[in-house]
């Protein structure tokens, strides 16, 4: 057992979400307060030095390996060292203990990282699939197209892309985050089109 990193002084449990926070309640109050402490820290640093925010998260997970949230933390944290294999099994963990079905996009991309191209899809296509609320829907978009795109079917993927409601005239997003994944997806498709011109340009004339 390695040695468990410090919790920053100017960290608590008390900066977690609502429902992180509520994920903690069925601990005991002195052991939900450690285990939040160490979400909380991992989150702030999973950007920064992800690699230290997965050895909080190791420890949240040692402490209290049944909370849903804590398999949350140590997937997302794993998922941002490269560890995908560790990241998938984690998010599998996540969704046996939650039901929730909102990392499904970063599961195809675990898939997709170890080269296991026909396992993504099948994921991607599951019945799963077809309950994400938009944002996550946009993301599992994206993770596909780059999937055809990989395999050589770059036109596939931006048709794939072209089906999400974004491309509709006068559609609109609405919160926050639909509106960034509206701009992840854009990107993405504006990312394959020149790719898909570029092939076009380097295609031998028949």
Known sequence: MGTEPDIPDDVSWQD???????????L???????VGGHLAAAGLLIDTDPELARQHAAVARRLASRVGVVREA???TAYGCGSYDSALAEFRAHRRLTGEQIHLPLMVD????????GRALELAASPEAASLPPPAARELRIVVAGIRA???????GVLVLETDPAFRPGDKPGTDDERESVLRLQEAHRDLVQRLAAESEAAPEA
């Open 28 to 34: 005991p109050k002195e052991l939900a307060e450690r």
């Open 74 to 76: 140590a997937a997302l």
């Open 110 to 117: 675990c898939e997709r990282a170890l080269g296991r191209r």
């Open 16 to 26: 977690l979400d609502r429902d992180a926070r509520a994920g903690l309640r069925s």
């Open 150 to 156: 990989d395999m050589g079917q770059t036109r596939s």
